[in-house]
């Protein structure tokens, strides 16, 4: 069990059969009255976030939320197959659990897999990846003057903003949070 005065950011914590984890907190002792703690949490299943405040002796179960890093192996229609490292079993994990950064994770790659009480919630990709650029325009000397853009399909399918000089076969890495260009990969 935890307080509401022990919450600190990223705990998470089981509230009323939801597993909610701490964004912000604050104590608040006002001038008169009790005092209280507000806080900003994060529903970690379906991702809603919700303000609220809590006298800091309410007490609450623990949630501890598995994380576990695998490596995509291949998807089959509505199902991607992770494979666990030290067991090689492989988990399959429907389409539903996956977030919109996944659309830059290659065969092999290694994700954390984040779990509560054994069902599988979310995916955490890495935030980086080099990718190799599959289709783009061709770039032509001296267009490095200007930051313009132009679109750019990756090995992986998806699609980036790219600078003009960029060509196809180049390796670049993308951070995978924004879907940002960062440079080319070394």
């Known amino acids: 069990m935890i307080s509401a005065g022990e919450f600190r950011n990223g705990i998470t914590f089981d509230m009323e059969g939801k597993v909610m984890q701490v964004v912000e907190f604050q104590h608040v002792k006002p001038g008169k009255g009790a005092a209280f703690v507000r806080v900003k949490m994060k529903d970690v299943i379906n991702g809603g976030v919700t303000e609220t405040s809590f006298n800091p002796t309410a007490k609450f179960p623990t949630a501890y939320v598995e994380r576990k890093k695998m490596e995509y192996s291949y998807n089959d229609g509505e199902l991607y197959y992770f494979m666990d490292g030290e067991t090689y079993d492989l988990v399959p994990i429907d389409a539903s659990a996956l977030d919109d950064s996944f659309k830059f994770v290659k065969e092999n790659d290694v994700c954390t897999i984040m ?56 390796k670049i890495q993308i951070d995978t949070r924004t879907g940002e260009y960062l440079g080319r990969a070394k």
Do not use: R, W
């Open 115 to 170: 779990s509560y009480k054994g069902k599988v919630f979310g995916i955490e990709v890495p935030n980086f990846v080099d990718l190799v650029v599959t289709a783009t325009e061709p770039g032509f000397a001296g267009n490095t003057a200007t930051n313009t853009l132009k679109p750019a399909t990756l090995e992986t399918g998806a699609e980036v903003k790219v600078p003009l000089f960029i060509n196809e076969g180049d």
